[in-house]
């Protein structure tokens, strides 16, 4: 699906790549896979919300430009009480059907005016993501605005919504894949075994270290020590006021 987004939100823009492609072929890619390194372009402007009653998502984590719209920290706090009272309904709505879909939803938002609020424009974005045990109740997701912020807090009105199913390319694995649903750790670390003999094989370089980490030093025993042909072997005691005293074995 392709949203005709105003170019003035490069980071909505960002975020809708990153997160097709990191879904791939499935409906909904994991939360677990989100890696905040590959959205730092977005990072100020993204957030991570989970689903708590039908129609309601809370803030898990968000990014500054979300606290400085707000005047205080958002973490914790529900997404609606970023809207007037008269729009939380839609965005409710729009939300649900993000978690029930699963679909994707993009709202063009208008800033309250008032004293000290000047005129700003604004776009969120949607994007749903399936929980450690399989059922999407998170969403990934982007707030970018256009003007300054004045004084917070800067509520929105909703000028439009766009909300629209995910659908599953043909040829998508089997519904629960097709979910998102994350690998064990497990089978991670199986997986990346098996990626590093093939690039070791590959590469004709073993013990390939993951990242930053060196591989472990080998460690070779040392040969027992024999005692001269012909000398007795001796134990050596050592008393615990530190007097050393040697015995014939």
């Known amino acids: 699906m392709q949203y005709n987004n105003d170019i003035r939100f490069p980071a909505v823009h960002a975020l809708r790549r990153y997160w097709d492609d990191l879904r791939g072929p499935r ?3 994991a939360r677990a896979e989100v890696d905040p390194r590959a959205i730092e372009e977005t990072l100020e402007y993204a957030f991570i ?13 968000a990014g500054m430009h979300l606290n400085e719209l707000m005047g205080m920290e958002v973490r914790g706090m529900p997404c609606t009480s970023m809207f007037m009272p008269e729009h ?3 965005l409710s709505r729009a939300l649900e059907e993000v978690f029930a879909g699963p679909s994707t939803a993009l709202l063009t938002l208008s800033g309250e005016r008032g004293v000290g609020r000047p005129p700003m424009d604004g776009q969120m974005l949607l994007l749903p993501l399936a929980s450690d045990f399989g059922d999407v109740t998170r969403a990934l ?3 970018c605005t256009i003007g300054p912020i004045g004084r917070a807090p800067r509520r929105f009105t909703v000028k439009d919504e766009v909300v629209r199913p995910v659908r599953i390319e043909a040829g998508a694995p089997d519904s629960a894949s097709a979910l998102g649903t994350p690998l ?3 089978e991670r670390l199986r997986q990346r075994r098996e990626a590093e003999k093939i690039r070791a094989r590959v590469d004709g370089v073993s013990d390939t270290p993951d990242g930053f980490a060196e591989p472990a030093p080998g460690f070779t025993p040392a040969a027992p020590s024999r005692a001269t042909e012909g000398e007795k072997p001796r134990l050596r005691l050592v008393r615990s006021e530190g007097e050393v005293v040697d015995h014939d074995e």
């Open 184 to 186: 064990t750790r497990e």
């Open 49 to 61: 919300l989970e689903r708590i009653a039908p129609g309601v998502g809370r803030f898990r984590l």
């Open 27 to 29: 409906q909904v890619p």
């Open 141 to 143: 997701g982007c707030l």
């Open 88 to 90: 939380r309904a839609t």
